[in-house]
């Protein structure tokens, strides 16, 4: 399975970027989803996820209310939707997949290697 992220760029403060996350050579059905995120000098963190199965997602408390995961299964792409962007949310922004369970796990205590496979990441800048 490969994986290729794509839309990041600079962003003002309060502004809205959508991230894509394409997969190729496997179904994106069979996997649940996380969107990661590192910023400078910090570890990397999850921050959203969604599950195959019955679509349900969750998502931690930096980004929640700000921040969405959608499918298209005809496209084999999931997206990140970011609104009422901060500085702090500069980071290069990773999507990975993993076991489709019963429920997608990510944030603190979950630990990375959950996710087998990822993408390169794109940066994301919210500066004026």
């Known amino acids: 399975l490969q994986i290729v992220e794509s839309g990041g760029g600079l962003v003002q403060p309060g502004g809205s970027l959508r991230l894509s996350c394409a997969l190729s050579g496997g179904t994106l059905d069979r996997y649940a989803i996380g969107w990661f995120r590192q910023a400078p000098g910090k570890e990397r963190e999850g921050i959203l996820c969604a599950n195959s199965n019955d679509g349900s997602t969750k998502s931690t408390d930096s980004v929640k209310g700000r921040f969405t995961i959608a499918r298209n299964r005809a496209k084999n792409t999931v997206y990140l939707q970011m609104n009422s962007l901060k500085h702090e949310d500069t980071a290069v922004y990773y999507c990975?997949?993993?076991?489709?369970?019963?429920?997608?796990?990510?944030?603190?205590?979950?630990?990375?290697?959950?996710?087998?496979?990822w993408g390169k990441g794109t940066q994301v800048t919210v500066s004026l």
């Open positions: 990975a997949a993993g076991p489709d369970e019963n429920e997608c796990l990510i944030g603190p205590g979950v630990p990375l290697v959950r996710y087998d496979y």
